[in-house]
Every structure is written in C-alpha cells, then in structure tokens.
C-alpha cells in the first residue's frame, strides 16, 4: 500500500492539471452548497460522482436547513461533519447523529430511502454547520447489493503527524503506515490534510491508476511542486489516471502550506470505466435501469423511514 516517503526516494509528481472553484448551487430544502463537481466546467472523475461542501457557517436559530426524505439507489454517499451535527434516518431502520469528525458512509445499492438533517438543537438553536459530502459509484455487480451502512466515529479515524506542520486524518485507504476504518467496493483513499501555513512540501502517493483531487475547505494550500495556491472552495484536478499502470506503480500528490493554514481532502479511486446513467438521485448503468429505479422507489420499494 502507498506509504509517504521522502523526496530523496520519490516517485514522479502526479501533474496539477487546474484549479477550479466550487459552484454555489441550492439543496435539498434549501440550504446552499458549493458544488465542486459535477459543474457545467468540470465533470466527475470516474469512479466520484459529485463533491458537495456545505459551510462553514453559522447558523441563527430556525436557519438550518437539510434533505429530508428522498431515496438513493447504485452508489455511495459518504458524509463528513467537520462542525456542526447531522441528524439521519433511513428506511432501513438505521438512525443517529453524526458529530463534528464523524464519518457516515452509505452504500445506497439497491435502494434506501433516507433524511439528512441537521440536529433538532441546531435547527432550534443554530451552530457552526461545516460538512462534506461525497457521492462514489458502485461497479454495475454491487449496484443492487443491499444497502449498508459504515458509521465511523470521530475516535476512530487514525491520525498521523505526515510531514512538518502537516497531519492527516485517513478515513480510507493507507498512508504513512495508517490505515482508515472504512471498507470500500474499489481501491480508495480519502485523507483529510491539515496543514500549518508555511509547512514545507509533503509528497504523498497515489496509485498511477487512481483518478485523484484535492478539494480545500478552509483557509489555503499549495498544490504541487510549482506551488499553485489554492484558497478554500477550490478543486484540484491532477493529470488522469494512467489506464493499466501496475497496480504498484505510484505517482505522488505535492501538498505543502500557504500562507495561512489549511484543511484539504485529497481522495483517489480506480476509474470504474462503465456506462454511466443517471437521474438526480439513482446512478446506474442504463437508461432502463434508471426507469425501474424511478418506478421502484414510486411503489415503495425502497422502503419508507419507520416513524
Ligand atoms: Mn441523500
């Protein structure tokens, strides 16, 4: 698995292609999202689906707003609450709050019908709202897998000291010797840098045949070796994955401060390389699926949230 190591013994830098900023855009019951991608200028790397970020903002009481009942079916949603609480509830009869550093990760496969929102004293009292989320598609055997969840406690989320002002919270995936709780469908790592303005460069690798972004929530990074600063709100797309690169084969993703601190995921995965269909909240491979998707859901297939 893909360790940091020192630049004496690098592997070649995986190239920054662009930096591009987040698109406002409105959800659920209305609340405001920086969207990163899909967007009219970047569409989602294969195998993510859509990259919403949401805050950080305070809210005044009766301002929070969530997603309340709507079904999924064909992929992964993976919430990450940085501040704030997340109220959810499934059709699956799963149900809780997820607080700041909590990690929920929903395999929607066949279908679930869930809520997010947030917590009832956050809607009554209001708070600080910071979160992530992330949609990662499923190969086309998985799509209809029954749902499941993973629901991973700020505890137990590793943290390592990378580099020099920089640490990492890894959520999937391995680096610097530790590994995230989380299991996924397709090799993947999700770590969530924080970094001290003016940390020096940190390589961190990636493998040659993941696709692979950095997405900055707050404050500012420099990305790549030439050092492109990148302020929160920004997508970082590097050069693509290299379709049938050894598995083993690395390239590596240069992080290092800006002028003030910053927090940045950089997430990678195996391009799944299958059709593509999609219909708001159902992602699958055809057309036709996409209609009984529609139907289903329509005939309560996917459940309703017992209350
Ligand atoms: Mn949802």
Redesign the pocket.
Same mark, same amino acid.
């Given at each position: 698995m893909p360790e940091t190591s020192n630049p004496q013994t690098s592997n070649p830098e995986r190239g920054v292609r662009d930096l591009v900023s987040a698109v406002a855009t409105i959800e659920g019951e209305g609340f405001e999202v920086r969207r990163a991608f899909p967007t009219p200028r970047v569409e989602a790397p294969d195998p993510f689906l859509l990259l919403d970020h949401v805050g950080p903002r305070e809210m005044a009481p009766g301002e929070a707003r969530g997603?309340p009942d @709507?079904p999924?079916r064909g992929f992964e949603?993976v919430t990450y609450v940085l501040s704030g609480e997340t109220e959810h509830e499934d059709s699956v009869g799963n149900r809780g709050i997820l607080g700041a550093g909590d990690v929920q990760w929903?395999t929607a496969g066949a279908g679930v019908v @869930?809520s997010?929102m947030p917590s009832e004293r956050i809607r009554r009292e209001g708070g600080l709202v910071h979160f992530l989320?992330l949609w990662v598609n499923l190969p086309a055997a998985d799509k209809m897998a029954p749902p499941r969840y993973q629901e991973v406690s700020a505890g137990a989320i590793p943290v390592v000291a990378i580099a020099s002002g920089i640490s990492a919270r890894v959520i999937a995936g391995t680096v610097a010797g530790a590994t995230g709780p989380v299991e996924t469908h397709s090799p993947f790592q999700y770590v969530h840098l924080s970094v001290a303005g003016a940390a020096p460069p940190v390589r961190l690798p990636v493998p040659a045949d993941h696709e692979v972004f950095t997405y900055v929530m707050t404050g500012e990074v420099s990305v790549g070796s030439d050092a492109h600063v990148a302020p929160a709100g920004t997508l970082v797309r590097f050069s693509p994955a290299e379709a049938g690169a050894a598995e083993t084969s690395l390239r590596e993703v240069v992080i290092a401060g800006g002028t003030d601190d910053g927090d940045a995921i950089v997430v990678s995965g195996r391009p799944l390389r299958e059709p593509v269909a999609r219909y708001g909240?159902f992602v699958m491979n055809t057309r036709q699926q996409l209609v009984e998707a529609v139907e289903d859901f329509r005939a309560g297939r996917m459940g309703r949230i017992p209350r």
């Open positions: 997603a @709507h999924h949603t929903m @869930h997010e989320q909240p």
